[in-house]
């Protein structure tokens, strides 16, 4: 599959969790709902990995991927769900925004990666400007508990250190391999941490919203999104796959005003229209410059 392909089904699918996270844990305990999430991904990883024929290599260095890789699965996941109950869909997409800060800083000390040129530093300024217009409401009307946000931004910092720590890792895998690899070895912990945080079903509290959103982050976001994950990670340096997180408040946003009531305004607009400008510059302003220069 294209990096370009991979990387459109990654930012609509990351525009659609947030969404999905917060109607996954209306009848659903947190804990019980990533599980569930989980469960319905690694099933059907199974199928898809049995009648592809695919490797999945089981050496050090393969385990070393699966684990850094769920770093970001549990860690990101199990948090952000214990949020979603008081904090809104459209501020969920907005702290990942931070995701790109937090991983080109972990990718200097990490990686060795170049430091943020002058004019990539504006762009990120004025993204995160653009990300504060298109949640201006949101963050002024929404009673969001502290400790939500708190959770929210541990839940960044463990999806930015896993994106960045994959890269340490040199071997030569099938993106499929990776995301089966990493569900087998992360589901177990999502199992633990249900029956410690809750243990319970209560069937009877269950809706059907609840269960589809389910159905579809396991499939989508866990399989399918992961999946398209590591294949740009694979061919992308980890900074730029985290900027495709400037991308999805917008679109996040506005799915929550379309199907879940929530408001839309003309900060929306005004921030989309920044971030888009924003991730233009960072992307080509380096490579403008030299060949205005060179003229």
């Keep these: 599959m294209p990096v370009k392909v991979s990387y459109f089904l990654m930012v609509l699918i990351w525009s659609t969790t947030p969404l999905g996270i917060v109607w996954s844990s209306e009848s659903v305990s947190p804990s019980l709902a990533v599980l569930m999430r989980m469960l319905v991904g690694l099933f059907i990883g199974a199928l898809v990995v049995a009648v592809t024929n695919v490797r999945v290599p089981w050496s050090k260095q393969a385990c070393l991927l699966y684990a850094y890789s769920s770093i970001g699965i549990f860690g990101g996941m199990l948090l952000s769900y214990m949020a979603a109950r008081t904090v809104p869909s459209g501020i969920i997409s907005l702290m990942f925004g931070l995701a790109p800060i937090l991983s080109g800083l972990l990718a200097q000390q990490l990686l060795n990666e170049p430091k943020f040129s002058l004019i990539k530093l504006i762009a990120l300024a004025s993204a995160l ?19 939500g946000l708190v959770y929210l931004f541990m839940a960044v910092c463990f999806f930015s250190l896993s994106g960045v720590m994959i890269k340490r890792v040199r071997i030569a895998i099938h993106p499929m391999a990776t995301t089966f690899g990493a569900l087998v070895f992360v589901t177990p912990l999502f199992f633990i941490a249900w029956w410690v945080l809750d243990g319970e079903l209560n069937i009877q509290n269950w809706n059907l919203r609840s269960l589809w959103a389910i159905g579809y ?17 694979q061919n992308l340096n980890a900074s730029t796959v985290a900027l495709t997180t400037l991308i999805t408040p917008s679109f996040a946003i506005g ?9 839309l305004s003309k900060e929306l607009i005004i921030g989309a229209a920044i971030i888009v400008i924003s991730l233009g510059f960072f992307q080509f302003g380096d ?6 220069s060179k003229r």
């Design 129 to 147: 400007v653009g990300l504060y217009f298109v949640s201006y409401n949101q963050v002024q009307n929404s009673q969001t508990q502290g400790l």
């Design 287 to 292: 490579k403008y410059l030299k060949t205005k």
């Design 255 to 263: 799915l929550g005003a379309w199907l879940n009531n929530e408001p």
């Design 217 to 233: 982050l396991g499939l989508f976001g866990s399989l399918i999104g992961a999946l398209a994950y590591f294949h740009v990670l």
